[in-house]
């Protein structure tokens, strides 16, 4: 087989969830997005290894681990976004606006306490 | 150098693209509906159907790991990937309450500049890839490489140290998980209101 | 110990009191006296061994070079003749005096251990000046007595009066101080060495090049310094420093610098008869002009000031026409009484509580109060006005003598032009000189009005050094035998027609303002009764009128002026209304309210130099803040702006953010495969 076909695969597949990371505007899309790109770089690298015949079998085992840390951020990640779902009663990224110039700071994120009532007063 | 020539050139290594093998046609179709269902994942407007189509994207790439004959890995991307990523995403849309059914705003404003930079970074990949790649072969038919066995010898004789490292970090992840979506007991907030 | 060890020592110690009283001055208050007066009088005893050793006859030269310094070398070197020893002992008993005064006289004064020291110091310098016989040795001490100077001045630099008062002494000397930096430099050149002696044997030798350039541009220092004629306008303004400083620098030591330096190097400027003639004019215009301002001052302390430019204008004029030995014998007899008159002034100013002589005038028996000072002011006065046998006759028929020989050509060391200028002013200037004299004496210890506030007793400290140094003044005049023997060997015992001449110009001068005092304490006594009778008495006699108006006037310009610098504890007391009898006034006539300026030199100064100065410093000023700062200015706000425009970028959205990050990383990664393919390419 080409080297060609999976290598080519992963780039428009990269390129795909690089968009996405790009233009969704729910955070829990932009993690699909990310998944999408770091298996594209799983493939890569399963793809390689074969060519390669390593001994060690390198590229298979760092797909293993990059599953593995994938699964580990997709967690991290969505209770991250829970989490500021909770605080500000929205994922959307364009919305998380504190690090902008002039930026004043969340009103609601000022008390240390009422976080939790918010998502409580949105439904 | 005349096309015959590079045809030549390219039949040293292996076959031509114009004369493709089965495993290659089933590893383009398949690699096909991958590359659509991705399109259809960053694309649609609705949210949990975005999630069902990244289960078609993930399950192509699981196909094609397996006609790469990385047998194992196949079925650990669809153990996790399929089995656990995807249900977490869809519990994570669940909990952030994502509306069911078209969401006019699921893009951003940021989705031309976004299109931009993709198209020219898969453009430019696609370049450097071919231009790199064309003629490289790849030998499925030696000894085995992707079984369970070859898998289980290669990770637990070379890469047991980094296995277990990797073992502790999700635990680590699990515990920082739970911490981060652990919910605050109110009447503990309200205490410390009231400090 | 040998007499050069000695020597050495004379300077040394007052440095060494200077150093131990700045160092001690706060942790240890009770050394502070014993490190003043002690190493004082140390040095003082060990001038007057030296002058002993010495004994007016061969030189004492010793020299060492510390390094080798170029072209021209720099020597310690010590040069005691005649002149440095008798100066030295001058100096050292002055200071002395000086020092033991000021205990007293400075007793409450929180600042006294730096003043002190300074004073230490600076007596150290001029004891420097007068033994070196290296010039550029010299320079150091002419500089650090420059330095003292503003010091000292501005002791009370609470005031603003002190305040640019040492300033302008500083920079008016200073201005001086360049010329003569230059003309050292170019006497050097011209002699290869910077030793007197060797630059003495240069000038015999005829071996100077530019004699007139070098003599006139060393005058000019010298006019700083002896606060000579244009160069005179600060020592007045000086008198804002504490009355022992007055009495110290500005009489008996730093001015005469200037002269000593002349009278060391006279040689170099008798060399150039251009170099005399223009001394000579200096001198008569400076005699006669300080002559008139000192008639026409009201601070007790400023008639002294100007005196002093008076008599140092004398030994100018000695100089000019060539007799080194009557000047410095000036410089010796003025130095004691002056010094005694500043330290009497001193004693007045505390008893009275007030500078002005018109506010004295108006206070009955303040001689009774102060007796010590009443008597030796007389003597000090009196030497003052040249009146036999006091020190000043002598020392300044000496001067008088020299001038009348040059001017009959029977000298032939300065053109006789000099001669008859110096001879003409000093007679006149004889005859003001006692008239201003008369006039302090008279208002001051001859007030008639409310009695002088009683202060108890002065202290013998400043009493007995008043007594010590009264004995110079009227004794001095009688070695000038064996004093003559010390100099250049030239007689410097008075003729018959000299001292006619110049005693007669006295008498007449002190006579001329007694009757004018007489006249003007009748009109004052009249005058506040006769006020409606005013009118009357205008018709009858306009000349007597303008007469009392102008005393009316004086007094309400007294009374508005208050004493410069308030250095007497005590509070003033109520200054007693009415006009004040001032002979003065009517002796200089029209000329009163110009001399009382001081013939408006610091106006004129004001215009030539002052405001051109301020009007650059006002266009630098102006440069600097609009113009340079205008660029300073742009380079901030420009880079503000840009940074609002980058700014704007900063929306906080994510996403915007890692566009633009892999866009960059996109281009980068093109260009460096188009790069690569490039390279491989070719």
Avoid at chain 2, 44 to 64: F, S
Avoid at chain 2, 82 to 108: C, E, H, Q, Y
Wanted: proline letters at 5%; charged letters at 10%.
């Amino acid at each position: 087989m080409h080297l060609a076909y999976p290598a080519v695969l992963a780039a428009l597949l990269f390129c795909t969830g690089l968009y996405g990371v790009l233009a969704r505007r729910n955070a829990i899309l932009v993690l699909m997005s990310v998944e999408l790109m770091l298996n594209a770089v799983n493939l890569n690298l399963v793809a390689f290894d074969v060519w390669l015949r390593d001994a060690l079998h390198a590229g298979q085992a760092l797909t293993l681990f990059t599953i593995a840390i994938a699964a580990a951020e997709i967690g991290i990640g969505l209770a991250i976004v829970l989490m500021v779902y909770r605080n500000r009663g929205t994922s959307d990224v364009d919305r998380l606006r504190d690090t902008a110039e002039g930026h004043e700071p969340h009103p609601i994120n000022a008390g240390d306490s009422t976080g939790t009532a918010r998502p409580e007063v949105a439904a | 150098m005349t096309p015959a020539a590079t045809l030549a050139a390219a039949a040293t290594t292996g076959p031509g693209f114009l004369s493709p093998t089965g495993v290659e046609i089933a590893f383009l179709l398949v690699g096909l509906a991958t590359f659509g269902a991705a399109l259809v994942t960053v694309t649609t407007k609705q949210l949990v159907h975005a999630a069902l189509w990244l289960v078609v994207a993930l399950g192509g790439i699981a196909v094609e790991y397996l006609l790469l004959t990385a047998e194992f890995i196949a079925w650990v991307q669809v153990l996790i990937y399929l089995g656990s990523v995807v249900v977490l995403l869809l519990f994570g849309l669940m909990l952030t309450k994502a509306p069911i059914g078209r969401s006019p705003d699921a893009d951003s404003g940021n989705r031309r500049v976004a299109l931009g930079v993709a198209v020219v970074a898969a453009v430019a990949l696609v370049w450097v890839v071919v231009d790199a790649f064309r003629t490289t072969w790849i030998d499925l038919d030696g000894p085995v490489q992707g079984s369970t066995k070859v898998s289980g010898e290669m990770l637990f004789q070379h890469w047991v140290l980094p296995f277990e490292a990797l073992s502790v970090l999700l635990l680590a992840a699990l515990i920082g998980a739970i911490v981060l979506s652990r919910r605050n007991d109110p009447a503990d907030a309200s205490d410390k209101g009231q400090r | 110990m040998s007499t050069t060890t000695l020597a050495v020592l004379v300077p040394l110690l007052p440095f060494l009191g200077a150093v131990a009283g700045l160092l001690l001055g706060r942790t240890a208050p009770g050394f502070v006296r014993p490190l003043a007066i002690l190493p004082t009088l140390a040095a003082a005893v060990l001038a007057v061994t030296v002058a002993v050793r010495q004994g007016g006859g061969q030189p004492i030269s010793t020299a060492t070079e510390l390094t080798p310094t170029g072209s021209v070398p720099i020597d310690l070197s010590l040069y005691i003749d005649g002149f440095a020893a008798l100066v030295a002992v001058l100096v050292g008993v002055v200071a002395t005096c000086v020092q033991l005064y000021s205990t007293a006289y400075l007793r409450d004064d929180p600042r006294y251990p730096s003043y002190a020291a300074l004073v230490s110091l600076f007596t150290s310098a001029m004891l420097l000046v007068v033994y070196s016989g290296d010039l550029m040795v010299l320079l150091v001490g002419w500089e650090v007595m420059g330095i003292c100077s503003y010091f000292l001045v501005g002791h009370y630099w609470e005031t603003e009066a002190a305040r640019s008062a040492s300033l302008k002494a500083f920079l008016v000397t200073k201005l001086g101080d360049v010329p003569f930096l230059i003309g050292l430099f170019a006497l050097a050149t011209d002699a290869g060495s910077f030793r007197i002696t060797k630059i003495l044997g240069t000038v015999a030798a005829g071996g100077l090049d530019h004699p007139t350039l070098v003599a006139l541009l060393l005058l000019a220092g010298v006019a700083g310094k002896s606060a000579q004629f244009p160069l005179h306008t600060w020592l007045p303004d000086a008198m804002a420093g504490p009355t022992p400083v007055s009495a110290l620098i500005h009489a008996a030591t730093m001015v005469a610098a200037g002269v000593y330096f002349i009278a060391r190097l006279l040689p170099v400027f008798a060399a150039s008869a251009a170099a005399l003639v223009v001394m000579a004019v200096m001198a008569a215009v400076t005699m006669v002009g300080s002559a008139l301002a000192a008639l026409a001052q009201d601070d007790i302390k400023r008639v002294l000031a100007y005196s002093t430019i008076g008599q140092l204008a004398y030994m100018t004029g000695a100089l000019a026409v060539g007799d080194r030995g009557a000047a410095v014998f000036h410089l010796l007899s003025h130095g004691a009484f002056k010094a005694l008159l500043f330290l009497g002034a001193g004693v007045i100013i505390h008893a009275a509580g007030t500078n002005s002589l018109a506010a004295m005038s108006r206070m009955d028996g303040l001689a009774k109060r102060i007796p010590d000072a009443f008597w030796t002011m007389t003597i000090a006065l009196l030497a003052l006005a040249a009146i036999p046998p006091f020190a000043g006759f002598f020392s300044k028929e000496a001067v008088l003598v020299a001038a009348e020989q040059t001017a009959t050509g029977h000298s032939d060391l300065a053109p006789v032009a000099a001669g008859w200028l110096v001879l003409i002013a000093g007679v006149l200037t004889a005859l003001l000189t006692a008239a201003y004299a008369a006039r302090l004496w008279l208002m001051a210890f001859r007030g008639r009005g409310a009695a002088a506030p009683d202060h108890g007793k002065e202290p013998f400290a400043m009493t007995g050094v008043l007594w010590l140094l009264a004995v110079p003044s009227v004794a001095f005049g009688l070695a000038a035998d064996s004093v003559a023997d010390w100099f250049d060997g030239r007689a410097l015992t008075p003729t018959v027609a000299t001292s006619v001449l110049g005693t007669g110009a006295a008498v007449i001068g002190a006579m001329l303002t007694y009757a004018l005092w007489q006249r003007a304490t009748v009109k004052a006594a009249t005058a506040p009764a006769a006020g409606p009778a005013r009118s009357a008495a205008a018709a009858e006699q306009p000349a007597a009128v303008a007469a009392t108006v102008s005393a009316a006037t004086a007094a309400a310009e007294s009374a508005a002026e208050t004493p410069e610098v308030a250095e007497v504890t005590h509070e003033h007391p109520a200054v007693p209304a009415g006009p004040a009898a001032d002979p003065g006034r009517a002796l200089l006539g029209p000329l009163h309210r110009h001399a009382a300026d001081g013939f408006h030199l610091d106006a004129v100064y004001d215009r030539l130099f002052v405001r051109p100065v301020r009007g650059a410093a006002g266009l630098v000023r102006f440069l600097d803040r609009e113009v340079v700062d205008t660029y300073v200015r742009g380079a901030g706000s420009g880079t503000r702006l840009l940074g609002s425009l980058v700014r704007r970028a900063q929306t906080g959205n994510v996403q915007s953010y890692l566009s633009a990050l892999l866009a960059g990383a996109v281009v980068l990664a093109i260009a460096t495969a188009v790069l690569a393919n490039v390279n491989a390419g070719s």
